[in-house]
């Protein structure tokens, strides 16, 4: 099993920068892909960016040139780094780790955080 322990939401007016992160604990986190998705009041829970077990990123393109998502395996942590907030990026942002069998890469379990608010002032 995984636990995700999150970090970093609060309040930053426009233009400013947070990171965000996300620890993980039990099993191998080198084994771990780890994803952000956002979710603002009234509406669907949206994909943000993902990194996987190679490192190889993906992102929205709402977010693409702003944020910027990491690991640090040593750590057992990812990042997101988010720059050039908007007011639009205001959302509970949730973590998301779906923790591979190393041999095929199948999802054996999948985790979500509790969620940490980001509101971005005008």
């Known amino acids: 099993q995984v636990q995700l322990v999150e970090s970093g939401g609060g309040l930053v007016q426009a233009g400013g920068s947070l990171t965000l992160a996300c620890a993980a604990v039990g099993g191998r986190f080198s084994y771990t892909r780890v994803s952000w998705y956002r979710q603002a009041p009234g509406k669907e829970r949206d994909f943000v960016a993902r990194?996987?077990?190679?490192?190889?990123?993906e992102y929205t393109d709402p977010v693409k040139g702003r944020f910027i998502i990491s690991r640090e395996n040593a750590q057992n942590t990812a990042y997101l780094q988010m720059n050039s907030l908007k007011p639009e990026d205001t959302a509970v942002y949730f973590c998301n780790a779906d923790r591979l069998l190393p041999y095929n890469g199948r999802v054996a379990l999948n985790t979500w955080g509790q969620g940490t608010a980001v509101t971005v002032s005008t």
């Open positions: 990194i996987g077990v190679d490192g190889t990123t």
